[in-house]
């Protein structure tokens, strides 16, 4: 046996990984177009012996996927396949996806390798462009003004000043300096609220005038003790001690060399801890934490005459702390003239006249209230202009939200599209000069990808800006002939030339390796978030909200892009398509995946241990049985690479304490591995590190306010509310389907509460819309109402307030017999044309 491999935790394209080091040469493959570290790796499926190619200094992997064109580069450097085409990625035997408790387990990659693959001169352009942004935002605020400067020259959010104040400047005028936009502008801790039509500051104080002049104070002590070597003594400043990423960009402007330009306090502790030892910064406020990292790094020689700025590039490059990676968003453009000027003018642009400049507004919900504002001042009743205007803000918000690298897909109806292409420059730009469609967002366009898809989109009907998740990110990619094309937040090149989604499309029909993983959509992300954090978490809501739904969906695509040594994988399957089904069968099969339903007859010894008939040779005994969650974690236990994931559906039908036992002690995250002794056993038993328990929870049956506190205490508890998203523009007849289902728990809400809601689920039947007076019928007298007769305890009074008496007789308490037609009629009469009238 040879020595053990030294393997590392590496972060590439948002997420964690484990590099396995090539050992000296990468084995090249005879029709696949990635590199392999491993000659046994299932991947290469080619017979007899493979070419090989010298890697001395073990970085060949990042060098193919930083390559600004990989196809280029390897073709430079020799580096093909069997057939003599270029590599253009790695593979999972190289860089294998991983949870991040398990990258946590690992060395990270060393600063030494990253060094020798790093490209210095690549990102100089960018640091002369953050300089000149500290100088404009210099010469356009001097600091000797500062000492008296008004708060109208600083805060964010006075009508038509944004562009000329400090704050504005600081957050989205120099985007080169780097990134302190999201939350809200409350960081900036004084600004006006065009929500409240007034000044918002710390309460503490008097007045804007008093709240103003402590925190114009304490900025100027801050730059004045980061210019005196004094960075860790800003922490002593209480005006601004809850304002640190807005006072360590203004040090990157006025103090440029006292700290590295990295202004989120987590996004140091991170550096800190992965550059000195983990826990480093654990006992040192932000700002002492910020002088600690720049003295470590001013002491390494490996960085001597590095500029601040190239620095923050490296280390962002080597171990980034962001885990999304690159969003998609669709675009709709009106008209083809519309588009031909968007393309040419390199942008994608929106028309809202009465939203205004998005920068104007302190977070999503002031804007939320000024577009509800600005709608009832143009007739509509304040309730709908209300819920009107939550869809469409929130639309909008996402323009503002766009970053460099993000993609953009133009299109037009609910099938056709236009291009595909990256945000560029300063992304979201209001353009007030403009006749209309002044919400621009600039981005570099790539037509390779246009075409019609196979079957429309509903979510896009009615909408302009919406998500685009992953499985319809590869119905687009394929429209150019190249569904292994690199997805959003894989690793890809930076600023690839047009036609890059079309590339290598003829090496599809030879290609043995599996494609490139997208990232988690949002739902997925907030599911692995929680689990990665605690280690259980428990999905709850109302009836058809998809509980089950998602944590099948999770367990697919999460476990899926993990499981890559599990024959008839498939993470990207679409729910309810035979390779769905067969994913989970494989997963299943593997023991990676056990799904459990708890009930009132489900006990701990189903799911710990307990005492079952066995047949021996003098008959049957009793005797001690692992039950489903003792398998698991001694299957992980002895696999501690990968994940084990236990979906437990109906969680709070069971009874949990009984259930759990003494393993509540154990299940949390810091516990993990400690020893618990098992009575029927006396053996001592832990729960790995690599277990997950995902559960679900129908709020309908019982709250989550009623499940037993330690086990609150102990699972992460996320909503699945009911989403109309999916049935807009559908309709049974004249009814619109979402309309009916808002409407409805509109009711439910004011008369109930919102854990009695109707979810989406029950009017998407095997994941479509119901589609015809028939069916919906059947889903509403089959399913709706009785669910809505439990819960008005037949009060038919209550169920005609949901429904409207035509249905529903009052008097009688009974549902009245009429046609499927008619059904459909009497809602839509009750519920769209009279909607917000109960």
């Not at 790093?118 to 001097?142: C, G, L, N, T, Y």
């Not at 502790?269 to 470590?296: I, M, V």
């Not at 999304?324 to 008209?335: E, H, K, L, Q, S």
């Amino acid at each position: 046996m040879g020595e053990a491999v030294q393997r590392y935790a590496v972060t590439v394209g948002g997420r964690a990984h484990e590099l396995t080091p090539s050992g000296g040469e990468v084995v090249l493959p005879g029709h696949g177009s990635k590199l392999h570290h491993d000659p046994g790796c299932p991947h290469l499926s080619d017979g007899g012996t493979l070419p090989r190619f010298a890697d001395p200094d073990g970085v060949l992997w990042r060098r193919v996927l930083d390559a600004a064109d990989p196809a280029a580069h390897s073709t430079e450097i020799g580096l093909f396949n069997g057939k003599g085409r270029p590599i253009t990625g790695v593979c999972s035997c190289a860089l294998r996806p991983v949870t991040d408790t398990y990258a946590e387990s690992l060395e990270y990659w060393p600063v030494d390798d990253a060094l020798k693959v790093f490209d210095r001169d690549r990102h100089q352009a960018a640091v002369e462009a953050a300089d000149r942004d500290a100088e404009a935002i210099s010469a356009a605020f001097p600091w000797e003004d500062w000492p008296a400067m008004p708060v109208e020259r600083y805060a964010l959010g006075q009508p038509d000043a944004d562009g000329q104040v400090y704050s504005h400047a600081l957050e989205y005028g120099s985007k080169a300096l780097g990134s302190i936009t999201g939350g809200s502008a409350m960081k900036h801790l004084v600004y006006y609220s065009r929500k409240d039509h007034g000044w918002w500051h710390d309460k503490g104080y008097g007045g804007v005038d008093e709240a103003w002049a402590a925190v114009r104070s304490g900025i100027v002590e801050a730059v004045t003790a980061a210019r005196q070597g004094r960075v860790r003594d800003i922490d002593d400043l209480p005006a601004v001690r809850s304002g640190i990423t807005v006072v360590a960009k203004t040090l990157r402007v006025y103090a440029p060399d006292a700290i590295l330009p990295i202004y989120a306090d987590s996004f140091t502790q991170h550096y800190l801890d992965r550059l000195a030892f983990p826990g480093a910064s654990a006992t040192l406020q932000p700002f002492a934490r910020k002088e600690a990292l720049k003295s470590l790094l001013d002491k390494d020689p490996r960085f001597a005459g590095w500029h601040p700025q190239l620095v923050w590039y490296f280390l962002d490059w080597w171990a980034p702390v962001r885990r999304t990676a690159a969003r998609v968003v669709r675009i709709g453009v009106p008209d083809a003239a519309r588009w031909d000027g968007f393309r040419a003018a390199g942008h994608i642009a929106v028309d809202a006249g009465t939203a205004g400049d998005l920068h104007g507004y302190a977070d999503l919900d002031e804007f939320k209230a000024a577009y509800a504002e600005a709608l009832a001042g143009a007739g509509m009743p304040p309730e709908r202009a209300a819920e009107g205007a939550a869809g469409r803000a929130a639309d909008l918000w996402r323009l503002l939200e766009l970053r460099v690298g993000d993609r953009v897909v133009a299109a037009s109806g609910r099938s056709r599209v236009l291009a595909v292409g990256r945000v560029v420059g300063d992304g979201y730009a209001w353009r007030a000069e403009l006749p209309d469609h002044r919400h621009t967002v600039a981005v570099e366009w790539d037509d390779s990808c246009a075409g019609t898809l196979d079957e429309p989109v509903a979510e896009w009907a009615g909408r302009t800006v919406t998500e685009v998740p992953s499985a319809l990110w590869r119905r687009i990619q394929k429209l150019a002939g190249a569904p292994q094309s690199p997805a959003p937040g894989a690793t890809e090149p930076a600023g690839a030339a047009a036609g890059e989604y079309a590339a290598d499309a003829a090496y599809a029909e030879d290609e043995a390796e599996p494609v490139e993983i997208p990232p988690l959509d949002a739902d997925l992300q907030r599911i692995d978030d929680a689990l990665e954090r605690r280690g259980q978490a428990v999905l709850f809501g109302p009836p058809g909200t998809g509980k089950t739904y998602h944590a099948l969906r999770y367990a697919v695509r999460r476990l899926g892009e993990l499981s890559d040594d599990v024959p008839g994988v498939d993470p990207l399957a679409d729910p309810g398509t035979p390779a769905f089904r067969a994913t989970v069968d494989a997963l299943t099969a593997s023991g990676r995946l056990t799904v459990v339903t708890f009930h009132p007859s489900y006990g701990y010894e189903d799911f710990v241990e307990g005492l079952r008939p066995v047949k021996g040779s003098s008959g049957f005994s009793l005797e001690p049985v692992p039950g489903a969650f003792k398998r698991v974690c001694e299957a992980a236990a002895a696999n501690p690479g990968r994940p084990h994931l236990v979906v437990v559906d109906e969680l709070n039908r069971g009874n949990l304490p009984r259930i759990l036992g003494e393993l509540i002690t154990v299940l949390e995250k810091d516990k993990r591995g400690l020893p618990v002794v098992l009575p029927l056993t006396g053996e001592p038993f832990r729960v790995p590190s690599n277990v997950r328990i995902l559960g679900t929870m129908n709020t309908a049956d019982r709250s989550v306010r009623m499940l037993d506190a330690a086990i609150r205490r102990r699972f992460a508890f996320l909503e699945l509310l009911p989403d109309s998203g999916p049935l807009l523009d559908r309709r049974v007849g004249e009814l619109e389907l979402a309309t009916f289902l808002d409407e409805l728990n509109r009711r439910i809400r004011g008369a109930l509460d919102r854990e009695k809601q109707i979810g989406h689920a029950f009017l998407l039947p095997e994941g479509a819309p119901v589609a015809d007076p028939a069916e919906f019928a059947a889903v509403v007298r089959g399913e709706i109402l009785p669910l809505l007769q439990e819960y008005a305890y037949d009060d038919y009074t209550l169920l005609a307030g949901f429904l409207g008496e035509e249905l529903v007789d009052p008097v009688t308490h009974t549902l009245r017999d009429v046609t499927d037609e008619r059904l459909v009629t009497l809602l839509y009469e009750e519920l769209q044309v009279g909607a917000g009238e109960r």
